[in-house]
Structures are given as C-alpha cells and as structure tokens.
C-alpha cells in the first residue's frame, strides 16, 4: 500500500518560473501591490480580501467589461452575494475571442467518437457556425432569459448551440442522449424550453441506440417549445416530423454578436442528482462562470494557447461545462464521444496519443480502473505533451496517484480535483507551484474560503470535519429555478450554518493545507463512536484482488438494526467464499476491528447515478423500509435494476 502523504512529485524551478499562477503573481506584485512568496501566502490573501483578489484577476485575465462594474463585491452575505454590480459582458465572446488571443486558422477543437469518426474545427470555423445557430435562434424569437434545451452527446455540434445561446443571452441546458425519457422530462419540464436541440441517436459500447422515439415523448410533454432541431449524428438522412434541420441551418452566413448581459445574469442551468425526488435546477450566471473557471483553468490547471484540454464528460454533467470553459484561457479542447472503455481500456490513451492532449482529465474510478487492469499507458502510448492529469468525481486513493506517477509519467502534475455541479467547479485542487503527495488534495483553491467544521461549527485542522465554504465565491448559483423566495436554495446548502455554505463532504485539512476528501457526510460510517468516510473503506476493499466494486452502507441511523453491510462486485472466476475471510481480515488491520462489516454480499453491480457515483443513500433508505420510488427516482439512476437486491433484502428483513 501506498502510504498517505508520500511525495510523489515536485515542481522545479523552471516548472516554477513559466507557470501562469506566477505570472499572476508578478502582476499583482507590480500593479496591486500583494506580496505573496508561497501559495499558502496568496490564498490567505485571496481570502482576507476577496474584492481584490476577484478584481486584480479579472484585470490579470483581461476580462471584457461592455459596462464596468461600479465594484467587486458589493455584498458579501451568503445567500445573496453581489458580484461586480453595473458590469456587463458575455460569456460567449471570451469562449470565441478569448483575451490571451489565438490565431483564427489555428485548431479551437478537437472531436473523436468510439467508432472513428473525428473532426476539428478552427476557430474561424467556430465562429461562423455559432454565428449561423445564433441567427436561427433568433429567427424562432429566442433572446434574453429563453431557455434553450438539448438532448445532444459530447460533439461540436453541443458546444456550438450552447455558445450560439448565450452569445443571446437566453439560458442554455443539456442532457446526454443515453439518459431515459423520464430522466430528461424531469428536467427540461422544470425550465421549459423555447427551442430543443436532439440528436438522432447515439453510440455506445459499439452498439446504436436511435432516440427519436424519446424525442417525441419529450416534445409532447414541452408545450412551450417552439421549434425542435435535428442534428443527424446516426444517420444523416434521419427524420423528424415537424422540426427544422441542424445542417440546413449552420450553412447560412450570418453576423456574430454578443448581448451585454449582468455579471449575475443566468446564462446555464445544471441539475443535481434527483436521487431523491426531482433534480433541482442550479442556475449559474455569466460572469461568475467566466472568472471562476478562468482561475480555475489558467491559475490551477496552467491551461492557455497551446494546451490541448481534455475531460471525459458527457453532456449532463458540469465537467462538461468546465471543458468547453478550456476556450475562455485560449486552448483547444478535446471532445470525446462514447464508451471511454471501447474498444478496450485503453481507448482514451491512445486519444491523448492521437491528439496530443496536455491536460488529460477524467474520473478517479477511470484511473483505478486501469489500475486493476494492469495498463501500462506510459510505454504503450506516446505521452510526453501530457504535462498533467486531472481526476475527479471520487476521492482518489494513495495508489491510484502512485500508479499515474509509476505508469503514465514521472513529470506530470497530477491534480485530484473536488467541487460539484452546485458551484461548477472544484474549490479544492491542485496547483502548479505545489508538490503532489499520494491521496491528497495539495491545496484549498484561490479564493475559496474551505473549512472543515466540527460538531460543534468550529474550524479544525488535521482532523476530519464537515466541508464547508464561509465566504462567497462568484461561481455559487444564483438561484434554482422556480424558486422566487430562495428557500429551497437555502434549504440545501445554508440551514445547518446561517450564511455558511455546507457542501455535504467530509474533509480534512492538513497543517500544510492540503486536503482529503473522505465522502459525503450524509453516508458516514458511524461505529461505536468512531467515523469513517466511505473513501476510506472503498480505498482498502477495492485494492483486494477479485473486487471489482463496492457498496458499505451503515444502518445505525436508519432504523434496522444498526448493521455495517458490505456489498461487492466480483470479478468473473472469484467467489465470495475466496475473499470473504481475507476481506474482514484487511479491514480490522487497515480501518478499525469495529468496521468488519456484520455481513458481506455479492452483487452484479453497484447502483449509480447517471454521473456515475455510487447511490450509497437511496441504497440506505430502502434497506431502512421506504419504499423504493420514494428513495429514489428510477430516472437518475444509470442502472436502475441494481436496486432489486436491496428492495429484496428490505423485504426479507421486514
């Protein structure tokens, strides 16, 4: 085992001095007057004067005011924080004309799908064909506050309607075509569109799923829509009654511009998981968005021309966001489409190989994955231009660092990254100025004020605590839609802590300020008065050969019996009776003696939201007794039949 903390990797001086964090720190130094030798140093700055940090790197970035703002933060109360009153601006023309400047004919994108097809488009081409959406959208009366919907995969087509629909100021959302008809209604119902975008059909797995008859449900349950496009992606003669068709109108020339919208002016709506009862619609806004993930990407991830950015995402989730945000700071990005396992483990390697991709992001699970499966990119594919890897979705375990170090490349920062889709971004994270250990996260990010809090809501160090941010950042939502009061956006994230956000992790923070995610708060495993986040229990379950995945759920707060259960996914020719004993032994030595679960079971797969993260509360609502569509709504899940053998098991012990 990999031990917590072991260096892995450290920036030297020349890695150091070309980094863009700092730059921006000699920036600050020349025009703002900020000295700042450490990282620790400009975060603790960043913090204690938040309207100066959000400002200076708004001048550092070159950010386009069409109104300048009369301040930065005029209100720093949470909920309810102003940011950059009186300023306008457009998110789309930063994505299309980013300040750091690119050479038009050079490459904005790069696209590959599972079964070959590819494509690049300049950034000439870019901007003619938002130019022509956008003229389309305004042939069918959308403008300012219109929501536009799409059922559209991670391809060009996504990231050219959603730029054509800011560039309106009209409010954009996307769902990925593999969710089910009721997983998509759920949505888009909420917010109803104006105009939807869909594909014909997807691939997946080397298999074709044609989705019109999706489509058509969705429509008749959208009276609002005025206009359906068709974007071909199966077949490029497809069909679809009643609806204008996406080749038809890219070839039309037209003029771009942009809509000076305000700084908190909506401009996506991203959903949260609706395990539990209908996804809440997050409204996040044009300029918190655009300076967020300008940060983000130029500051942590020392991302700009040159760099080819890559995230394994679909369209309906924030990664997604995040990628296309890779134009804002001038690189190309990466988009991929389908099975990233297809046609074996190795696909999204021999991409990076294919493209030259400098920033390879994907999930903690993808890298584990490969773990386990003995792939060796490093030697079997050309790697050198990836200069970092990002990792997200799940706490990463010591080993999973060690193998991208041991296996992918010795000189590469390797950032685990943690946020949500109710920000759009990470506030915790790597940066290129900081040395990587296994199973921490290096540090708390520019301009997030992360604590962990006690029981008691007091800020503790080296020790696990409830994760919560006690200032604003400018990417929080502005809202969830149909919520005119604001209570239900109180509700989730400031009831526990009057005007502190709680974000729902565990979390420790080190005396050198990295940090450990331990998993959500709301699924800890409490024994006898010891607690432990799941990430931990995965970390040690996970390594034994034979497991292939896991699920623990705790009962003691659901009324059955107060039992630890353990149930695992096994890999074909293993047998529950070959690791069982082995199992109990790890964790009593690994974790705790009062962790060895009561009872270890097998299952073919583990429940997982359409994101793919384990549904460890549904799973512990059902053993408790409720019944299952009220513990979760069968259309989040990406496999929904994976909760039979807890809806069975609840009976049994009923």
Not at 98 to 117: S, W
Not at 462 to 481: K, Y
Request: hydrophobic share 45%.
């Amino acid at each position: 085992m990999t031990d917590e903390g072991e260096l892995l990797w450290e920036p030297d001086a020349e890695w150091i001095a070309r980094a863009r964090i700092t730059d921006f720190g000699r920036w600050l130094a020349e025009h703002a007057g900020v000295s700042a030798s450490t990282y620790d140093e400009l975060w603790r700055w960043s913090i204690a004067d938040l309207g100066a940090f959000w400002s200076g790197l708004a001048q550092w970035y070159g950010l386009r005011w069409q109104t300048p703002p009369t301040t930065a933060l005029a209100d720093a109360a949470m909920p309810g924080a102003r940011w950059f009153p009186g300023g306008t601006l457009n998110y789309a023309e930063h994505a299309l004309y980013p300040p750091c400047g690119v050479e038009k004919d050079d490459v904005a994108v790069h696209f590959a799908r599972e079964d070959g097809l590819g494509a690049t488009l300049t950034w000439r081409e870019l901007r003619t064909r938002v130019a022509a959406i956008r003229a389309a959208l305004v042939e069918q009366g959308v403008g300012r506050g219109d929501r536009v919907a799409a059922l559209v995969p991670n391809a060009p087509e996504a990231l050219i309607a959603m730029l054509a629909t800011a560039s309106l100021g009209a409010i954009w959302s996307s769902c990925s075509p593999d969710f089910g008809a009721q997983a998509v209604a759920d949505r888009f119902t909420q917010i109803e569109p104006s105009v939807l975008f869909a594909v014909d059909g997807y691939l997946y797995g080397g298999r074709a799923y044609d989705i019109r008859a999706t489509v058509e449900a969705l429509r008749a349950e959208l009276p609002t829509l005025r206009a359906t496009v068709l974007v071909p992606y199966l077949d490029d003669a497809a069909t679809l009654p009643d609806s204008l068709r996406w080749p038809d109108l890219v070839a039309v020339p037209a003029t771009l511009a942009f809509e000076p919208m305000p700084f908190d002016a909506p401009m996506w709506v991203l959903y949260s998981s609706g395990t539990t009862g209908l996804p809440k619609p997050i409204l996040h806004c044009h300029g918190g968005i655009l300076i967020e993930h300008a940060k983000q990407l130029s500051l942590h991830l020392d991302l700009g021309p040159g760099d080819r950015f890559f995230w394994f995402s679909t369209t309906g989730w924030m990664m997604w966001n995040l990628l296309v945000s890779g134009l804002v700071v001038g690189s190309s990005i990466v988009l991929y489409d389908g099975n990233p396992a297809h046609p074996g483990p190795d696909a999204l390697w021999a991409l990076a190989e294919r493209t030259g991709i400098t920033c390879f992001g994907v999930s903690a699970p993808f890298l584990q994955a490969g773990m386990r499966a003995g792939l060796h990119p490093g030697t079997t594919f050309d790697l050198s231009r990836i200069r970092s890897v990002g990792s997200t979705g799940a706490p990463l375990p010591p080993e999973g660092f060690a193998w991208v170090y041991e296996e992918v490349g010795r000189e590469l920062m390797l950032s685990s990254l943690s946020g949500g889709t109710d920000v759009c971004t990470a506030f915790v994270g790597g940066a290129p100025n900081l040395p990587v250990r296994a199973g921490e996260i290096p540090c708390r990010m520019l301009g997030c004020d992360v604590q962990a809090f006690d029981a008691d809501g007091n800020p503790v160090i080296d020790a696990v605590g409830e994760l919560v941010i006690t200032q604003p950042m400018p990417s929080m939502p502005v809202g969830f839609w149909n919520d005119p009061d604001g209570s239900r956006l109180r509700e989730a994230y400031f009831e526990p802590y009057p005007g502190v956000w709680r974000h729902g992790d565990w979390i420790k923070i080190t005396e050198s300020g990295s940090c450990v995610i331990y998993g959500r708060s709301d699924s800890t495993l409490n024994r006898g008065g010891v607690r432990m986040g799941t990430a931990e229990f995965y970390r040690v379950v996970e390594e034994l050969p034979g497991i292939a995945d896991s699920l623990v759920i705790d009962t003691s707060a659901a009324g059955s019996g107060g039992q630890l259960l353990l149930y695992v996914v096994l890999d074909r020719g293993t047998s529950l009776d070959d690791v069982r004993e082995e199992l109990r032994t790890r964790i009593r030595s690994d974790l705790s003696p009062r962790h060895v679960p009561d009872d270890i079971v097998a299952i073919a797969e583990v429940p997982r939201t359409l994101n793919g993260k384990k549904c460890e509360v549904p799973v512990k609502r059902v053993l408790a007794g409720v019944p299952l569509e009220q513990a979760v709504s069968q259309g989040a899940l990406k496999n929904p039949d994976a909760m039979t053998p807890f809806v069975e098991s609840a009976a049994a012990r009923a």
